[in-house]
């Protein structure tokens, strides 16, 4: 039991150092500048991300810039930064959707689809397995170890030395 | 010129449509078996003749077209706007693929040319050839009529008022890779016409067996190279001419010529379970069918001005021509499907979760996911736009957190495939092959982490894309640890059985199973490549206006300005600093580096010419990029570029593997012959000449 208190507490620090350490990040003015500079694109039509636009003499970026060190140093939280910048330039702004209403489609539907593929697949192949008896475990089920190892050591071997793909 | 290269054009649409129609008529007459006047074999052969004499048709357009640029015909209002008198040479020839009604005709000379190699090797088999090649028409047919009616490459000037000199070819495109990549990526796209019309022509002939699969193995592994390489050509142009720093930008026609290039793989990897064990066929049809047809939506995107792009040159209105053919190739598809499908009942069912056709399986769903990923990123603006009646926008940013992590997981299935055994893996088997692997993921995860930790930059748990870093090279690590210990253990075999050095007996290895080893290579290739890409995530830059004898630092090196200098040509004017590069104070290049800025005299348009000197560490990267508005000096801008280099040798590795996987394994009594009959060291077990059989 004090085990058990030990690992739990143990756990609940470490977590609390995670979010602090996260937290602070975040409320670093230098690195919100560079994470904030890298949600927005330039709006000069160069569609680069508003702290990469390379374009000497480009008149938005530097402008966005300064709005941006202004929000920051007005101790705006990131939210409203991104609020403001979206009603002056539009949603076009942004440089991904946001996680609110239809935008939220954006990033939910890839990785439903790829995890409804994957555990379709995970299912659909458990089913045929269920069907047909696996041949790694026939051996097993004889009752004789040695012999489940020779074949494995023999489909091993065929696998090497003959299988092409 | 221009009436010779259209009614060559007009030539060869009839011929695509007397092969199609004749070629349709025989085989329907053959089908039903009925009697009629005329020989449906002879019909059949006179479509295949038609077919090949539709080729010189369009090689006599394309003829027209590059005498056309040489001798700067500018009645023409095609070379009116993609060339001018002072262009230098190769890019002639790039001017003919710069612009869409050039574009378009290069397609349809690389579908003639395809179509030609495959009517002459019609005796492998007459009668799939004959359908193939009544398919492969109709697709020419399509491209035939697009260059005929909707964009005619020859059509005469506006106006009818011909100019002194042409427009100039665009600036971004005046570069040496835009010479190869167009022909190479429409050698990929127009290239998965061929399997396509294979399947298709397979399965309405309910042809027997899986000797279509043969036939088109190596045609769809070629066109699978070409297609990589046109697209790592489009990444290093973008590198060298954009200036930005970076190879890839998640353009949508980017997305678009990678979409194909995804459904492809998997469809490389999947018919090896039709060929081995009879299973997947219905999905096999399907991912070459959806191959095509993402090849044809890719042209639908980026020329119906569909999703905006930096392609912008290639907009038009053709692109209710492709919504058309589109929907009827998907109706055919759909409606042979039907047709025939029982005709696809697999021969053998998945054994167990834990096998290599299960890895294929999980292959194929990763593969097809990230394809979805993509399109749905590029789609999602069009149907945003739709839903809210605001644009949404969807950068790189959106990509690196979507397709990245799936990229990440496709690396790991690339690792593990190769090491579970067909119908089911034991957990003893299991245990010994992912052992090797799983310590060099660990021991890379673990030093890695203390060498970011300790170095002052981005920790892996503060910056997602060092996490993502990290990822990628330790799963490198793993999955190069399987490749090589699996080369290492065939050899082992061989060299134990025969005798020879280990070098002869790798050689002996990779030869018995060109394309189980090519395979492998490819995969290695693309850990390489995998790791280039890893190395974004370290990349910094530093930029400031530079005076003479100014000094620009970063990383180790240091970049004295020596002298801006202005030059002009026919062509353009440029203006360049020389930059003196020493590494730790001493000197690194014996040039100087020289960053540009051209403009070019037809139309004024600015290009960047990026001085890279690359490294396998690093790339030193540095771009001119103007003159500053308040001092008039030239600000410079210097990238340090961790591994890009890298992504060039793994692409050579992927081609090379790939080729390797195209020569024909030595036949089955040559690798007996090599190897001498011992007696088994398991009692009960064969001799080792008797397993030993061809690879392909």
Redesign the interface.
């Known amino acids: 039991m004090p085990t058990r208190n030990f690992l739990s507490r143990l756990a609940q620090s470490l977590l609390v150092v ?1 979010i602090v ?2 937290t602070l ?1 975040a409320t670093d003015p230098e690195s919100r500048f560079n994470d904030l500079g ?2 927005m ?1 330039c709006q000069c039509s160069c ?3 508003m702290l ?1 636009c ?1 374009h ?2 480009c008149p938005v970026s530097p402008v966005m810039r300064s709005e941006l060190s202004d929000g920051i140093s007005r101790g705006m939280n990131d939210s409203l930064i991104l609020q403001s910048f979206v009603q002056k330039y ?8 946001t996680t609110q ?3 939220l ?3 939910i ?3 439903a ?2 995890f409804a ?2 555990l379709g ?2 299912l ?3 089913h ?2 269920k ?2 008896p ?3 475990t026939q051996a097993a089920r004889s009752g004789n170890p040695a012999q ?3 074949e ?14 | 010129m221009a009436a010779f290269g259209s009614f060559a054009l007009l030539i060869a649409l009839l011929l695509a449509a007397y092969n199609f129609l004749a070629g349709a008529t025989a085989l329907r007459l053959i089908a039903v078996g009925k009697p009629s006047r005329y020989s449906p074999e002879r019909m059949a052969e006179s479509a295949r003749r038609a077919g090949i004499a539709g080729f010189f048709a369009v090689c006599a357009a394309a003829f027209a077209m590059i005498w056309s640029v040489f001798h700067n015909d500018f009645s023409i209002e095609y070379i009116v706007e993609h060339s001018n008198i002072a262009l230098p040479t190769p890019y002639k020839f790039a001017a003919m693929w710069s612009g869409q009604e050039g574009s378009l005709l290069l397609w349809v000379v690389l579908l003639s040319t395809y179509g030609l190699v495959l009517r002459l090797r019609h005796k492998t088999d007459v009668k799939l050839h004959a359908y193939a090649g009544t398919i492969l028409a109709a697709i020419q047919v399509f491209f035939l009529l697009l260059v005929n009616i909707a964009t005619q490459p020859f059509a005469g000037v506006r106006g009818g008022i011909v100019p002194a000199d042409g427009n100039g070819l665009n600036p971004l495109l005046q570069y040496p890779e835009m010479v190869i990549h167009p022909p190479m990526l429409y050698l990929g796209y127009v290239g998965f016409a061929i399997p396509f019309a294979f399947a298709l022509g397979a399965l309405m002939m309910r042809y027997p067996g899986e000797k279509w699969i043969h036939i088109t193995r190596r045609w769809t592994m070629l066109t699978w190279m070409f297609l990589t390489i046109g697209i790592f050509l489009g990444m290093h142009w973008a590198y060298a001419v954009l200036g930005w720093g970076g190879y890839w930008g998640w353009d949508p026609v980017e997305i678009a010529s990678l979409m194909p290039w995804l459904t492809g793989t998997a469809f490389l990897h999947s018919v090896m379970m039709q060929e081995k064990r009879g299973m997947m066929k219905s999905w096999n049809v399907w991912l070459i069918f959806t191959t095509f047809m993402l090849t044809i939506l890719g042209t639908l995107l980026t020329r119906a001005g569909l999703v905006s792009s930096v392609h912008a040159f290639a907009q038009s209105s053709i692109g209710p021509w492709f919504v058309w053919f589109l929907v009827l190739t998907m109706a055919v598809c759909l409606f042979t499907y039907i047709l025939q499908r029982d005709h696809l009942k697999t021969e053998h069912r998945l054994e167990s979760l834990v096998s290599r056709e299960s890895s294929f399986l999980f292959n194929n769903v990763v593969l097809l996911a990230a394809c979805f990923a993509l399109l749905w990123g590029t789609l999602f603006p069009v149907l945003s736009e739709y839903v809210q009646g605001t644009k949404t926008t969807l950068s790189g940013a959106y990509y690196v957190h979507v397709a990245v992590p799936i990229g990440i997981f496709l690396l790991l299935l690339t690792g593990v495939g190769p090491l579970l055994a067909w119908r089911a893996s034991s957990f003893r088997s299991l245990r010994k092959n992912f052992i090797l692997p799983g310590i060099a993921f660990l021991v890379t995860a673990i030093v890695l982490t203390i060498v970011l930790a300790n170095g002052g930059g981005s920790k892996p748990w503060e910056d997602e894309g060092v996490f993502y870093s990290l990822m990628t090279f330790s799963l490198s690590a793993a999955v190069a640890t399987a490749i090589a210990s699996e080369f290492l253990r065939g050899a082992g075999v061989i060299h134990r059985q025969t005798g020879k050095n280990f070098l002869s007996s790798m050689v002996l290895l990779v030869r018995r199973s060109t394309r189980r080893y090519g395979g492998y290579l490819v995969h290695f290739g693309l850990v390489v490549i995998f790791i280039g890409f890893a190395g974004y995530a370290f990349n910094r830059s530093v930029e400031m206006p530079m005076n003479v004898g100014d000094t620009l630092n970063i990383g180790p090196y240091s970049l004295k300005n020596l002298g801006n200098t202005q030059e002009s040509n026919a062509n353009y004017d440029t203006e360049f600093s020389l930059l003196q590069v020493s590494e730790n104070g001493k000197k690194l290049l014996e040039e100087p580096m020289a960053p540009e800025k051209r403009v070019y005299a037809s139309n004024g348009q600015p290009q960047t010419i990026v001085a890279n000197h690359s490294m396998m560490r690093w790339d030193l990267y540095v771009v001119y990029e103007g003159r500053s508005t308040e001092t008039g000096l030239p600000i410079i801008k210097a990238f340090l570029n961790p591994l890009v280099m890298w992504i060039w040798v793994g692409l050579g590795i992927v081609v090379f593997g790939t080729l390797i996987a195209q020569i024909p394994s030595i036949q089955p009594h040559r690798a007996a012959a090599t190897v001498p009959a011992k007696a088994p060291s398991i009692p009960g077990a064969a001799p080792a000449t008797s397993m030993a059989r061809s690879g392909d």
């Open positions: 995670a350490a996260i990040g890298h949600k694109i569609s680069q991300v990469e390379n000497v003499g539009g949603a076009v702004v942004l440089a991904a959707p209403g239809f935008d489609l954006a990033w539907m890839p990785f689809v790829a593929g994957l697949t995970v659909l192949v458990r045929w397995a069907q047909q696996s041949l790694a489940a190892r020779f494995d050591d023999m489909r091993e071997r065929i696998r090497r030395e003959t299988e092409t793909e």
